[in-house]
């Protein structure tokens, strides 16, 4: 029996890692005092639509009840936690710090690190506009990399002002604008090019294709301070400037990165945007940024900052490098012929398994030798033995 498409089983040394990572990500959630929050699997789809953008609209599970109310499986989990705010939540004081760890549903092209049915995990700031939510946020995803075993994550930041500051230099509608933010995030730089050509001198041309091309820090946003039209995008400049000293403060310098082309695909990011990555997967492994227009929407006047992943995505980057992360604990003690022995034994907190088969002593020996375990146990004829195994 075949299993839909983008979905599969989970194995018990499988399941046991993958709850180890959703274990580690709650307890940083928690230490960062973010509450755990849970919504239902499937939305009303006008709450998911005031969200989403129309790459991850696209991609919804979508059904209608015996109402005929059209509903989808959530394909994030950022538009339910909005929708939670702002109605159960209206009167909470601010900020609100919000986790979850859930699962996501999405109609994709299924390969490597991209399922239809994951985890997705995170945290969503809500209520300040400030840099410091945009430094919490950013620095609670790097504290969760490096918890997961993952302590060589980089980090690519931007900040969507500033490439709007860029191209508003250039004579571009904003169909124009809209097209030249996709070729620039899909790394299209040939494509970029004829696009931008004629919309503005060759000069500024090149230098925004030069822009796109290049990661860094001071050296990429004076080049777009260079290049910058707007107040919006000064600001946004100098936001991630404080945020690149702060980060340094905490010896985050040699992992964070200013990219000019990372603009993520989902309508509501509004301005701080970043994204984690390593060398040993092909894909991002964490992501998110700023979306002050999305509670508004809801009617709820707040900003918000916030990311997630997918824990899937984490499990391959821990299995590319034979990490021994959530690997099943050793068993403690092996029990023959009496439950009583076997409760005193998990009562004191020890793993236990027990024999079913009546071994006999040397059995029993050989079979916890041969499991690396280090005590067995044998109740027999009222007497209960204890015996050390050695290699």
């Known amino acids: 029996m075949r299993l839909?498409?983008?979905t599969r089983d989970w194995l018990p040394a499988e399941l046991r890692r993958k709850r180890a990572v959703e274990h580690v990500l709650r307890g940083v959630f928690e230490r960062w005092a973010y509450n755990e929050?849970?919504?239902?699997?499937?939305?009303?789809?006008?709450?998911?639509e005031a969200g989403l953008g129309e790459t991850i609209a696209t991609k919804l599970f979508l059904f209608a009840d015996k109402t005929g109310t059209q509903c989808a499986l959530r394909p994030e989990m950022t538009t339910p936690v909005a929708r939670l705010v702002s109605t159960r939540m209206r009167e909470a004081p601010l900020?609100?710090?919000?986790s979850y760890v859930a699962p996501a549903y999405r109609y994709e092209d299924v390969q490597e690190g991209r399922l239809r049915e994951f985890t997705t995990a995170g945290i969503e700031l809500i209520g300040p506009d400030s840099l410091d939510?945009?430094?919490?946020?950013?620095f609670t995803a790097i504290e969760a990399m490096d918890a997961l075993g993952l302590g060589d994550t980089h980090f690519d930041i931007n900040h969507g002002a500033i490439v709007d500051g860029v191209l508003a230099g250039l004579e571009l509608g904003s169909h124009a604008v809209a097209r030249a933010k996709a070729l620039m995030s899909g790394r299209n730089i040939v494509a970029l090019r004829e696009h931008l050509e004629?919309?503005?001198?060759a000069r500024d041309v090149d230098a925004i294709v030069e822009l796109a091309m290049t990661r860094g820090r001071e050296n990429v946003l004076a080049s777009a301070t260079a290049l910058c039209r707007t107040d919006a995008g000064f600001a946004g400049i100098e936001r991630l400037r404080k945020l690149l000293a702060r980060a340094d403060e905490l010896d985050f310098a040699a992992?964070?990165?200013v990219d000019s082309a990372l603009l993520r695909d989902i309508t509501y990011y509004t301005g701080f945007i970043f994204e984690g990555?390593?060398?040993?997967v092909g894909f991002a492994l964490c992501g998110g940024g700023r979306y002050d227009a999305l509670l508004p929407s809801f009617g709820f006047a707040a900003g918000a900052v916030g990311w997630s992943l997918a824990v899937e995505r984490i499990?391959?980057?821990?299995e590319r490098r034979h990490s021994p992360f959530g690997a099943a604990p050793a068993i403690d003690v092996l029990v023959s012929g009496s439950d009583v022995a076997a409760a005193r034994e998990r009562a004191a907190g020890r793993i236990v398994r027990i024999d079913f088969d009546r071994l006999t002593e040397s059995e029993l020996l050989a079979e916890a030798r041969r499991q690396h375990i280090p005590r067995v146990v044998i109740a027999a004829d009222g007497h209960v033995r204890e015996l050390e195994v050695t290699s």
Not at 95 to 98: A, E, F
């Open 133 to 138: 939510a945009d430094a919490e946020s950013l």
């Open 315 to 318: 499990l391959i980057a821990l």
């Open 4 to 6: 839909p498409l983008g």
């Open 37 to 48: 929050v849970q919504t239902p699997n499937f939305e009303r789809f006008d709450a998911l």
């Open 277 to 280: 990555f390593v060398n040993d």
């Open 198 to 201: 004629g919309s503005g001198s």
């Open 255 to 257: 992992r964070i990165n």
């Open 95 to 98: 900020p609100l710090r919000l």
